[in-house]
């Protein structure tokens, strides 16, 4: 029972390192003078060679051959994230991190109501309130920006993020026997594929990264991407899908922390008390989800 707990702790320090290392995406794209894209195309580049290397040199043998089945859903969970990922970075580039993250973050609220259809998975009333009150806290945490912007392309841009976020998990989840690294890096690779496919279909094979941004683009991709998708998608399997939905919340409180710290970007008391409560909405549904199974 002991090493049970001890590994479910494992998997959930993954989750948060990797919300934690994607929750300065924002600040290192602000970096990269580059489309939004091409920063995505580079990101899965370098994020898929990294995996690639290390998969190789590492002991583990190859389940992809074996289920077919699991390939298929990581190739639709790859495409999604590849396209999430562009509208994200779009979004930032339209409207700013603010706005983009909370437009983003709809998306764990459409993985929870499809995990109920997908997975079974029953919304107890600790998750209900989990989620009412995150939610009240994002809008806390963006009111100004959203009165401030209203509805817009990047708006837009944000809400399919989140859309195709909600798909990313859902199909990720699926392929169940293929975990940890290679699903990792296979999502990648799928990602890149279709992210490469648009960008070819957009401005032919002509890429220049000015020198300035060579080494935010390098982090995004080795850091941010090879190391953080690593740790996140050999998590998600394991966890049950609105847990990943409402912990995958710290991510955007996490943007807004560092946002302020290494942009000095103020926070105000409306926004602070909003962060307080997206973490405790997140903390309050998975502590009484521990305490009902001891």
């Not at 300065?24 to 091409?38: F, K, M, P, Q």
């Not at 909600?166 to 799928?190: D, H, P, R, W, Y």
Request: hydrophobic share 55%; proline share 2%.
């Amino acid at each position: 029972m002991a090493l049970v707990v001890g590994k479910m702790k494992n998997v959930y320090l993954k989750y948060i390192m990797a919300l934690l290392l994607f929750g300065t995406n924002g600040i290192i794209a602000g970096y990269i003078d580059l489309s939004s894209y091409e920063t995505v195309l580079f990101r899965t580049l370098i994020g898929s060679l990294f995996l690639f290397v290390v998969f190789m040199f590492s002991p583990k043998t190859a389940n992809c051959k074996k289920s077919k089945k699991d390939v298929v859903y990581l190739l639709a969970s790859g495409i999604a994230m590849g396209i999430s990922w562009m509208f994200l970075y779009e979004a930032y580039a339209q409207i700013g991190v603010g706005v983009a993250t909370l437009a983003y973050y709809c998306g764990p609220v459409i993985v929870m109501l499809l995990a109920y259809f997908v997975f079974c998975e029953k919304i107890t009333i600790a998750k209900s309130i989990g989620f009412v009150v995150v939610l009240a806290g994002m809008y806390l945490v963006n009111r100004q920006e959203i009165a401030h912007s209203g509805f817009s392309w990047g708006l837009l841009c944000g809400v399919m993020s989140a859309v195709m976020y909600a798909v990313m998990v859902i199909c990720n989840k699926k392929a169940s026997g293929i975990t940890g690294l290679e699903n990792s890096m296979l999502q990648l690779v799928f990602g890149f594929a279709a992210v490469m496919v648009f960008t070819l279909i957009k401005q032919g094979v002509s890429f220049t990264i000015p020198v300035q941004s060579i080494l935010p683009v390098l982090f995004l991709g080795i850091v941010n991407t090879g190391i953080g998708c690593y740790l996140y998608f050999s998590a998600i399997p394991r966890l049950p899908a609105q847990t990943v939905a409402i912990c995958g919340y710290l991510e955007p409180v996490s943007a807004l922390i560092f946002s302020a710290a290494f942009l000095s970007e103020r926070l105000t008391f409306v926004q602070l008390f909003g962060t307080i409560l997206v973490l405790c909405g997140a903390a309050f549904s998975e502590l009484c989800k521990f305490s009902k199974n001891k």
